[in-house]
């Protein structure tokens, strides 16, 4: 399997606070991709961020990416109950490099 | 904003029956894919598709799956005969490149009797 797991599998926060999730993978990668999915809903792309690129940002995302340890996170700065969601990371995979593969994502439940 | 629209929502259909979901991805979108998602599982790749052809397809796109883009703005994903492990989400996306954001829609949910 080229992706690992995500983790925490579940997190738990109040609104306002900041919630970190982790992601892991094995094979060397040309980007890495975060995405949201709301309960009975499609995936949301989130963020992209290239090989050579160590951190990004976007609102209030951070994404960092360590080749390295074969591993990103995603940070969520203070939270609102609207981003109660499952979050996935994705590697691009297969010969042709078309397929998105995900890990089991996090579960993010922000209370207010 | 421009989105992939899929229909049925939700499709209820007996085990050996052939099934055709559909998907209508961006129109200046080149890339197409199906992947599928069984109840408290992960994401998972079935196909992709560029240029009227499938370009890689996963293990669990058997012969009895198939995917056609029939006009300019509909793909959809046949299952020949319906088995009870089908079961499950699926999702189509498009992508105006490979290895870009793909941009997904809100699924259907298969489910088989």
């Known amino acids: 399997s080229q992706q690992g797991e995500e983790d925490p599998q579940a997190l738990s926060i109040q609104e306002g606070e900041n919630a970190t999730m982790n992601c892991s993978y094995k094979?060397?990668?040309?980007?890495l991709q975060w995405y949201r999915q709301n309960s009975g809903r499609g995936l949301v792309h989130l963020i992209l961020?290239?090989?050579?690129?160590r951190e990004k940002h976007s609102g209030r995302l951070r994404v960092t990416l360590d080749t390295s340890k074969k591993s990103s996170s995603l940070l969520i700065t203070a939270s609102r109950a609207a981003d109660t969601a499952s979050y996935f990371c994705?590697?691009?995979?297969?010969?042709?490099?078309?397929?998105?593969?995900f890990g089991k994502g996090t579960t993010l439940s922000v209370s207010s | 904003e421009p989105e992939v629209t899929q229909t049925p929502s939700h499709q209820v259909t007996q085990m050996g029956q052939e099934v055709i979901l559909r998907c209508v991805p961006i129109?200046?979108?080149?890339?197409f894919y199906w992947y599928r998602q069984i109840l408290g599982q992960k994401v998972e790749f079935l196909v992709s598709?560029?240029?009227?052809?499938?370009?890689?397809k996963s293990e669990i796109f058997d012969d009895q799956f198939s995917v056609e883009r029939p006009d300019g703005s509909n793909f959809t994903l046949k299952i020949r005969s319906t088995k009870l492990e089908d079961s499950a989400m699926y999702f189509c996306?498009?992508?105006?490149?490979?290895?870009?954001?793909?941009?997904f829609g809100d699924g259907t949910r298969l489910s088989i009797l």
């Open positions: 996306a498009s992508s105006a490149e490979s290895r870009q954001p793909q941009h």
């Open positions: 094979t060397s990668i040309n980007n």
């Open positions: 994705a590697t691009v995979g297969g010969q042709a490099g078309t397929a998105l593969i």
């Open positions: 961020i290239r090989s050579n690129e």
């Open positions: 129109s200046n979108h080149l890339y």
């Open positions: 598709f560029y240029n009227n052809e499938i370009s890689e």
